[in-house]
């Protein structure tokens, strides 16, 4: 364990000794070498192909890619979207092994995967960060971890305050990492991989959400990097000339074909013999990418032959400069020797085992204290049902996997050290929680207050809680959440029905007892059966005769042998909340016809002035927004608003024409013929380059090909305003080029666009009319782009000649230009002023409210509201159809679980439903049916649910569709599946289990249980819309606790205290299990009995032994509806704050 003196001076020196003093770091620390020698990577005929789409068509990704990357250099590879740009990454770096062809060299020898793991560093595009330890934090432990054990705490915090100031993070490092931007998260996760230097560095789409002026300070460190003898590869989609002039190799891919491999400086000779010429003054880049896209004309197939052939010159040309390079010692010969270990060993894994530990658990520590799902939520749950356990029972006679592969992969530590700090980390909550649990309902309860009995019982709790735990992480990292809450029920329910409760062992077949002893929930049950009862004294009865007085009699009974109990085995940080000002007297216009961009660093409050603007955040805001000189109407407003955020949100098992043609469906004029929607869609997909791919699934399109198709959907109807927040995000040069083009013509339509954009190129900017610049959440300009420099210059800022507008601009508000801010804000606001009283005088003979209310107006509002609540729903059940059907989740192994469950419950409880001698057991199947429908349907929900939920707030708050329309389709389409599933378990099981082969038995029964089923789906929508998937999984079990105690199952209802009888009303299990023990028992004859003498023949003494029946038959199916149409309109609530929630 690590020691408290340990963690009070860790946490020290987090929060002192690495406060970061700017001033007294001028020199920045370079980055531990990891490794000494040069990589040079040769791959040769690379193929990588996948089935995508519904008729399994084989998608090529990679088509006999052949090039190399030397060391000492940055190899940047360019190409479209889906050109195979992020899959090459993957496969050299090991994280793609399966289904590749081809031959990948080091140095001339075969890649030895084992030992190149160690060598080489990557950082995917999607990026994972641990949400609650700060900046700093993550920095610090991530120097621990990587840097050699010698390195002094000073020299740490050092290095931390340098890679902050190298990435921009100075003023962040004490903020969340879920707090931070877009931009600042990462260079965050690229800054944690700098402390030691890789011999191989790859990343995937770096500056994808940086502005250019972090960009180029990003590519400056890597050019440095491969100075130093790295290997530098990266994919980018978009690189400025400035950027460009600091890379040494290009590889460009198309269409999974390499259309050039080699020195920058030859490329454009290249491509000039296959008849491509780049004019003067023009970004390599984009030329290139607009010649294999083929808006230059040419022949591509000569192009492609040209290069392959001039690759093969090249490489007999360098082969001898190849020679010179550090090679001499055969790679092969090299990567096995002890020497090589040590030298990778002597900087980022010369920790032991122990010493990553502690690192480890100082992380797990400050993780815990403050996630308040693992701490405070899950100690407060465990105390409140050991207190409820306690009062219904007193004196009662008796979730990081992603994270983990992308530290481990990259080197940061060994597998044992995470897995067994993951272990003993999480120890701590659980002897925890399992002792507030059972200390308190052990003494409430009224157990036997021997010491021995209560550590025994204790230990048994504490054993099967480490068994949940470990169950359900081999569960979810084998299967991942979506199928792993399948797979826990089917794992658990066998075992629970070979536990000894709800089935004696000995009443089961002589072939299913063997079954029995690999089931921990037997050990355990009969371990605290035993820590209770065995060779204890007789109990207290009241009566004067109570057959189970004796503690032998009640182990004999439930088939527990009464011997000697035995054993059951299983498997300082403080910080001040501080208000951050993203928004500072933002003043600034829009105005129609023109596209306006919004442009400034990471973090200056784009993002936010967006949502504000298009009504997605309407609390906690100060200031006025106008339209056309009124004041802004939300309602009307929001109806003629588009808002495309960064984040895409899509169904993943839509085709792109589904998708564009149900958005087209719900969004035009109902009157559009069928051809004239799909004319629209193939222009839709036309125009965004999307057309090769209109029959793939969401799910398999590349990251820019999800981009356009989500910005796509959102233009079909042509709203009057729209606005995107980084739309060129993760596009190409040329693929961002024709979207901005787009969306200027879509201005010229009386549409007022607006977008923020890190990076705009110059050919980019000059489709923009105005810019708004931020920084600091403070307007630093907003006016006419061809105003900006003149504005500038005024404040004492020239822009050099041929430079990029907009890096200009970012260049001086980051101060990297000097310069006086404050002047330059106050000139800014003055010319805003004075071009607002201009306009306004200019529109000030237009009516304001005639100008608001036009019939262009209404005619837009008609076009995507015209439909009824009939129209959309069948749009949407169509939808839903589809959506179902290919959803393996939602059907096949939904529909197989219940079967295969159903045949489980019908061989344990074989023929036990007309044996008086079986009543027990039968009792416990028939509850066992109600708990298995409602809990794996409520878990299935939160799962999927959420997912939903963020594509129906982003088409509900662009207008697709109302609320109404959407939820009565959601209930209806998933209404067959719920049929469906729990026909195929009720029969099979009912049948299977003997119960009475009568139609109205069958039919009540079936009643029943579709009612728990319908009623676990409620819970689980209303648990995942509220909380999430993680909240909301936990919540189910914590809150369904109690109204399982109230069932009439484990416990009489009147044998309760009278003060909490009056709460069994508010169980739907109390009525959903006494509606099933009538439909079986109730106006039935006489059970079977091989005895003489069976005391449960009679079923009306059965229905009275359980105090049943307190209603009637018929009142159940209406509580139970009532309940379901309650909850139903609980979840239309939460749905309605949700909508407003996203609006904060």
């Known amino acids: 364990m690590l020691e408290v003196n340990d963690k009070i001076n860790a946490a020290k020196m987090l929060k002192s000794d690495c406060k970061i003093h700017m001033q007294e770091s001028e020199i920045l620390l370079e980055p531990v070498k990891s490794w000494n020698s040069q990589i040079y990577i040769e791959f040769n005929d690379l193929c990588y192909s996948v089935y995508c789409n519904l008729k399994g068509t084989e998608k090529i990704i990679l088509h006999n890619v052949t090039g190399h990357f030397e060391p000492g250099k940055v190899t940047v590879i360019v190409g479209p979207s889906g050109s195979g740009k992020t899959t090459l990454l993957k496969i050299i770096s090991g994280k793609q092994q399966v289904d590749i062809r081809g031959t990948i060299t080091v140095n001339g020898a075969k890649q030895n995967r084992k030992i190149f793991r160690k060598q080489v560093c990557y950082v995917p595009q999607q990026f994972d960060l641990l949400p609650y330890l700060t900046t700093r934090e993550t920095l610090y432990i991530a120097a621990r971890l990587k840097l050699s054990v010698n390195q002094n705490t000073q020299a740490i915090c050092s290095m931390v305050n340098d890679i902050a100031k190298r990435f921009n993070l100075s003023n962040c490092l004490d903020t969340l990492t879920n707090k931070l931007s877009g931009g600042e998260r990462k260079r965050l996760s690229i800054g944690v991989e700098m402390f030691v230097q890789p011999s191989v560095f790859l990343l995937d789409e770096p500056t994808s959400g940086l502005d250019s002026t ?38 460009v891919l198309n269409q999974g074909r390499c259309m050039y491999c080699g020195p920058k400086n030859e490329i454009l000779n290249m491509y000039s013999i296959a008849g491509f010429t780049c004019p003067n003054f023009y970004n390599i880049i984009e030329f290139v990418l607009e010649v294999v896209t083929k808006q230059r004309g040419g022949d591509m197939e000569n192009l492609y032959k040209i290069c392959c052939d001039e690759y093969v010159k090249f490489r007999l040309r360098n082969k001898h400069n190849e020679e010179e390079l550090d090679l001499s010692i055969n790679f092969k010969q090299k990567c096995e020797t002890k020497d090589t270990d040590a030298s990778i060993n002597s900087t980022t894994q010369k920790k032991s085992t122990w010493q990553e530990q502690k690192i480890l658990f100082l992380r797990s520590l400050i993780y815990i204290k403050r996630h308040t799902t693992l701490t405070k939520l899950r100690f407060a749950t465990h105390v409140i049902v050991a207190l409820l356990l306690g009062t219904v029972f007193y004196n009662f006679v008796p979730v990081e996997a992603t994270i983990l592969l992308q530290e481990h992969l990259n080197n940061w530590y060994s597998l044992r050290s995470y897995y067994s700090v993951k272990i003993i ?182 993002t936010t002035l967006l949502k504000i603007i298009s009504g997605k955040r309407l609390t906690d805001i100060k200031g006025t927004i106008t339209i056309n000189g009124i004041e802004r109407n939300k309602g009307t407003f929001r109806k003629q608003v588009c808002y495309v955020p960064q984040q895409l949100a899509l169904l993943p098992f839509l085709t792109t024409r589904e998708t564009l043609y149900i958005a087209a469906r719900l969004k035009l004029d109902i009157n559009q013929s069928k051809e004239a929607i799909c004319s629209v869609v ?31 959907v959102e233009i079909i109807a042509k709203p009057s305003i729209l606005l995107l927040d980084e739309p060129t995000s993760g596009l190409d040069s040329v693929a961002s080029y024709q979207l901005v083009n787009m969306l200027h013509d879509m201005s010229r339509s009386n549409c007022t666009v607006i977008c923020a954009i890190h990076q705009p190129s110059s050919q980019i900017i000059s489709l923009f009319d105005n810019i708004m610049v931020l920084s600091q959440g403070r ?259 914590a809150t369904h606790i109690p109204l399982l105690l109230f069932a009439g199952f484990f416990t009489k209802i009147e044998e309760m205290s009278p003060y909490l009888q009056p709460l069994s009303i508010t169980s739907y299990f109390r009525y959903a299990f006494e509606g099933i023990m009538q439909a079986i028992y109730l106006g039935r004859s006489n059970l079977k009995c091989s005895e003489i003498y069976c005391h449960l023949r009679s079923p009306s003494k059965i229905l009275s032994m359980s105090n049943m029946p307190t209603v009637s038959f018929y009142a159940i199916p209406i509580i139970l509806g009532s309940w379901i149409l309650c909850l139903h309109a609980i979840h239309y609530v939460i749905l309605h704050w949700k909508i407003y929630y996203a609006k904060k």
């Not at 961009?597 to 784009?606: E, L, R, T, W």
């Not at 222009?683 to 796509?712: M, P, V």
């Open 425 to 606: 980390s999480d120890l701590l909550m659980q002897i925890l929680c399992a002792s507030s649990f059972i200390l308190i309902s052990y003494y409430l309860t009224g157990q036997p207050m021997e010491y021995d009995r209560i550590l025994r019982v204790w230990g048994i709790f504490l054993l099967i809680t480490m068994l949940g735990q470990t169950t359900g992480i081999f569960s979810g990292i084998i299967f991942g959440s979506e199928i792993g809450i399948f797979v826990i029920p089917a794992i658990g329910i066998p075992l629970l029905l070979f536990a000894g409760f709800f089935s004696k062992f000995a009443e089961m077949s002589i072939y299913l007892q063997p079954l029995g002893y690999v089931s921990f929930f037997r050990y355990a049950f009969e371990g605290v059966m035993q820590a209770i009862y065995l060779d204890r004294p007789n109990l207290m009865c009241l009566e004067i005769y109570c057959y189970l007085r004796s503690p032998n009699k009640i182990l004999t009974m439930m088939g527990i042998p009464t011997v000697p109990f035995y054993i059951t085995l299983g498997p300082t940080f403080y910080q001040i909340k501080t208000e951050k000002t993203i928004l500072h007297n933002v003043t600034g216009y829009f105005e129609r016809r023109k596209v306006t961009v919004i442009i400034g660093p990471s973090g200056a409050g784009k």
């Open 682 to 712: 193939n222009d839709i997909a036309e125009t965004l380059s999307i057309s090769n791919c209109l029959d793939t699934l969401a799910n398999k399109l590349s990251g820019g090909e999800q981009k356009r198709l989500s910005i796509g």
């Open 779 to 1037: 307007s630093m300009y907003c006016g006419s782009k061809s105003e900006i420099l003149k504005t500038y210059n005024i404040a004492g800022f020239t822009c050099p000649s041929f430079y990029n507008i907009a890096e200009f601009v970012l260049e001086v508000i980051t101060e990297q230009r000097g310069g006086d801010l404050e002047n330059l804000y106050k000139i800014c606001r003055d010319e805003c002023e004075k071009f607002k009283l201009h306009n306004k005088k200019l529109n000030s003979l237009i009516d304001p409210k005639q100008e608001c209310e036009t019939s262009d107006t209404s005619t837009l509002i008609n076009i995507i509201q015209e439909k009824s609540t009939w129209q959309q729903q069948k749009i949407l059940f169509l939808r839903a159809l589809i959506y179902i059907k290919r959803d393996t989740v939602l059907t096949k192994i939904r529909f197989v679980t219940h079967i295969s469950v159903a045949l489980l419950l019908g061989t344990v409880f074989y023929n036990f439903g007309d044996d008086a001698e079986k009543v027990n057991s039968n009792i416990a199947c028939l509850f066992f049916f109600l708990l298995f429908l409602f809990f794996v349907n409520a878990e299935r929900t939160i799962q999927t649910f959420p997912i939903e939920a963020e594509v129906f707030l982003k088409e509900y708050l662009n207008n697709w569709y109302s609320l109404r329309s959407y939820y009565s389709v959601k209930i209806i389409t998933d209404l067959v599946m719920q049929i469906l599933c729990t026909s195929a378990f009720v029969f099979i099981s009912y049948y299977m289990t003997g119960q009475p082969m009568e139609y109205d038995r069958i039919l009540k029964t079936w009643s029943i249980c579709l009612l728990s089923m319908m009623l676990g789906q409620t819970v689980g929508i209303i648990a995942g819309t509220a909380f999430g998937t993680e909240l909301g999984m936990f919540l189910i079990s």
């Open 214 to 251: 972090d960009s180029n300070q990003l590519i400056n460190i890597l050019h440095d990097m491969a100075r130093a003898n790295c290997t530098v590869i990266c994919t980018i989609h978009q690189p400025s000339s400035q950027m460009i002039s600091l890379f040494d190799n290009i590889i």
